[in-house]
């Protein structure tokens, strides 16, 4: 976690903070796991280099195994190297992330605790969240999690975006990485007040309207959800979802094997979907209980 001494908060609207993140403390064991790795390549490019000028290049004649030795050596210092550095940028400019009640501040500082770069966000402004998680797998077996959220204001214009990855095939929310935790905190609250907003629209407007990740226009109202030229009512309608993707057809539609769905939407890429969730149940509830 973060430590909230010293905060300049340069928008007093954020109101009060809620919790907050810190590179430095990352407690990640993938860290060590990386920094472990950097040092083994390092010390095996140095190695086979030491047995080249020790061993090989003295001889006369050296064989094709000379060649082999330094490719190896290369190949250790490289990926060794730039995994130390990738480590070491982490370590000597670290990211501090602090979440409010509408906002939040992504602040790069120096090992100081000076401030290099900020990036304030407020709620205000944000009209969308886009946050993906995809589970990598390679011929059936998981080599890792990545995970991308975009901050998208009114007019869709990118007003922040951070990825990154992890790999947990138990998928333990204690192994994430600091990146990941910053960004669900920022997905919660976003939740929190993208709803209050839902309430009030749907309150004032009986419709709410949300986007796909292609730009296709999805309306929800008390009678139903359509989307371009297709609409389904809640009293007929029928459900399938998987791997992220939710199927919506009309039960009165006559459908066989090879029929498409009237409305299919990719969830994973989805502006909002979290959003889009909790109001197409309580849309759902609310029109069973009607009935």
Not at 37 to 56: N, P, Q
Not at 66 to 92: E, R
Request: proline share 3%.
């Amino acid at each position: 976690m973060v430590s909230t001494e010293n905060i300049h908060l340069n928008d007093p609207t954020l109101g009060r903070f809620i919790e907050g993140y810190d590179s430095q403390k990352d407690s990640n064991p993938a860290n060590g796991c990386s920094l472990g790795l950097s040092i083994f390549l390092l010390a095996g490019a140095f190695l086979a280099l030491f047995l080249y000028f020790t061993k090989v290049a003295n001889k006369p004649h050296p064989g094709p195994d000379s060649w082999m030795i330094l490719i190896m050596a290369a190949i250790f210092l490289l990926t060794g190297g730039l995994l130390l550095f990738v480590l070491l940028k982490g370590w000597l400019k670290p990211n501090r992330v602090y979440v409010y009640q509408n906002g939040f501040i992504w602040k790069i500082v120096n090992r100081k605790g000076e401030e290099q770069s900020a990036t304030l966000v407020n709620f205000a402004d944000v009209e969308a969240i886009a946050y993906s998680k995809t589970r990598r797998y390679t011929n059936g077996v998981y080599n890792g999690t990545s995970f991308d959220l975009k901050v998208l204001d009114q007019k869709g214009k990118m007003l922040f975006r951070k990825k990154g990855a992890y790999k947990n095939k138990g998928e333990n929310v204690d192994r994430g990485g600091w990146v990941y935790y910053s960004l669900e905190a920022i997905d919660r609250q976003w939740t929190k007040v993208g709803l209050e907003r839902l309430q009030e629209q749907l309150e004032k407007h009986g419709e709410l309207i949300f986007k796909n990740d292609k730009g296709h226009r999805i309306l929800l109202s008390r009678k139903g959800i359509s989307m371009d030229d297709k609409s389904v009512p809640w009293e007929t309608m029928e459900t399938k979802s998987h791997d992220g993707f939710l199927w919506i057809d009309d039960s009165r539609k006559k459908k066989n094997l090879f029929s498409a769905s009237d409305i299919k939407l990719n969830l994973n890429t989805m502006p909002n979907a979290r959003l889009f969730l909790a109001a197409f149940r309580f849309l759902i509830q609310q029109s069973a209980s009607n009935t």
